[in-house]
């Protein structure tokens, strides 16, 4: 099989896992979009180098995340958004409460927006992605010590956050 057929394979593949890992960094969905555009390419030009026999999705997920954090530091990013005109919400009937279960994703992602970007990059990989603290301490190219720590504070502001939240609303 030729590289580039490989190569489209392999995005029809991960595609949507490394969406939705960019949109969980990042914590919008059209920012995702462009995150994972951009990572995309700067995969594809390193395509060659990639070890496909090895784990080519841990690779993407590094080069996903360095991307979103490195987008979130440029100024004209720091704007913020007045609505949330998201397409991917869940439809009517997919479950039985729905209005419950909007509202538990909708708390989650307010919390996982509190976090400082490497917390949250750490608290995604960790507990969305399921990888070990090395696995998470390679892609952010740190220390074991500073996930562990990161992941910790990012699940105690997590936590916070939330019962914040829940006050507030039996206060109304």
Avoid at 55 to 73: E, F, H, K, M, Q
Avoid at 139 to 147: H, N, W
């Amino acid at each position: 099989m030729d590289r580039d057929q490989e190569y489209v394979e392999f995005v029809a593949a991960a595609g949507g896992a490394l969406r939705r890992t960019a949109f969980l960094v990042c914590g919008d969905w059209h920012r995702a979009d462009d995150v994972v555009q951009e990572s995309l390419v700067k995969l594809y030009r390193s395509w060659t180098k990639v070890d496909r026999q090895g784990n080519p999705l841990a690779y993407a997920r590094r080069i996903v995340v360095n991307t979103a954090l490195d987008s979130g530091r440029r100024s004209w990013r720091r704007e913020v958004p007045t609505a949330d005109l998201s397409t991917d919400r869940v439809r009517p009937g997919d479950h039985a409460d729905l209005a419950g279960d909007q509202a538990e994703r909708d708390e989650l992602l307010t919390a996982l927006g509190s976090l400082a970007p490497r917390q949250r990059a750490c608290v995604v990989l960790r507990y969305y992605e399921d990888l070990s603290v090395e696995q998470t301490a390679a892609i952010l190219g740190c220390s074991a010590g500073t996930v562990r720590s990161q992941s910790a504070r990012g699940l105690e502001t997590l936590r916070n956050a939330i019962d914040r939240n829940r006050q507030i609303g039996r206060t109304r």
